[in-house]
């Protein structure tokens, strides 16, 4: 079987990461999880205190990051690592997630992130979650699927799964910090999200994960037998 390209985008919290490492492990594709890597990148210029509105300080600093997916043996998934260093954990921290829309902006590292996403998808069998990796990253990719989730959901969804690390967090503050991520990932000047015209909607409100697993199970074998007489 032809294997075939993946592309899951649509707003944070949506379920995107879920879905797309569900039906990677169904179809034994690679899943990536595309936001693990801006996150990656964020918490790389938060350490090192790099001003990211000055491009020259950017560039040499994305000269000093390798990005790097391993298999954990004990999750069964992937982790994040950051030159060398396994910050799975680190980037879910919220001081990460009130920055990465910013730095996720900029050309600079939307370029450099891009480059080596497409890397990752050269030899196809991939899962790929994110905001533009439909329209930018693979706009010719076989399946784009746009996810979508009534925003009060989403938002319970994110407190749940962030209040199980950090008790102390508050409905409100997830709110302002979705609502502020959602507006900005929408309305920067680089690919910014869009649904690319050729997905497909899902809209997961009232839904299990098993019944989105299901759908897009469905669209996903309906495409991989489509490419294989393509
Ligand atoms: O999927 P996530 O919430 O972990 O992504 C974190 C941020 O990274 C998100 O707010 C915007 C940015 N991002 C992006 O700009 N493009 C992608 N393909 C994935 C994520």
């Known amino acids: 079987m ?43 210029f938060l350490r090192h205190h790099i001003d990211w509105n000055d491009p020259v300080a950017v560039k040499d600093a994305l000269s000093e990051i390798t990005l790097e997916f391993q298999y954990n043996g004990q999750t069964g998934q992937s ?21 990465v829309s910013e730095v996720s902006a900029i050309r600079e590292v939307r370029e450099f992130a891009v480059a080596q996403q497409q890397k990752m998808g050269s030899r196809k069998g991939i899962v790929m979650d994110g905001r533009d990796i439909g329209t930018t990253v693979f706009p010719d990719a076989e399946l784009k699927i ?13 407190f749940k799964e962030l209040y199980a690390k950090n008790p102390g967090i508050t409905l409100e503050e997830v709110k302002t910090n979705l609502e502020m991520r959602d507006y900005i990932d929408s309305n920067r000047e680089f690919s910014p999200l869009r649904r690319a ?34």
């Open 197 to 230: 015209g050729d997905a497909v909607i899902l809209d997961n409100s009232n839904m299990t994960r098993e019944e989105q697993l299901k759908v897009a199970l469905k669209w996903s074998r309906e495409k991989i037998a489509a490419s294989q007489t393509a």
């Open 79 to 99: 982790d994040m690592f950051l030159n060398d260093e396994d910050v799975e954990m680190l980037i879910r921290d919220m001081l990460v997630s009130e920055h």
């Open 2 to 44: 032809e294997p075939i390209i993946i592309t899951i985008d649509g707003y944070s919290s949506c379920g995107k990461s879920t879905l797309a490492r569900q039906l990677a492990n169904e179809l034994n594709y690679v899943f990536i999880d595309s936001g693990a890597m801006y996150r990656a990148i964020t918490l790389y």
């Open 146 to 158: 746009f996810v979508t989730a009534d925003p009060q959901v989403r938002v319970e969804r994110r």
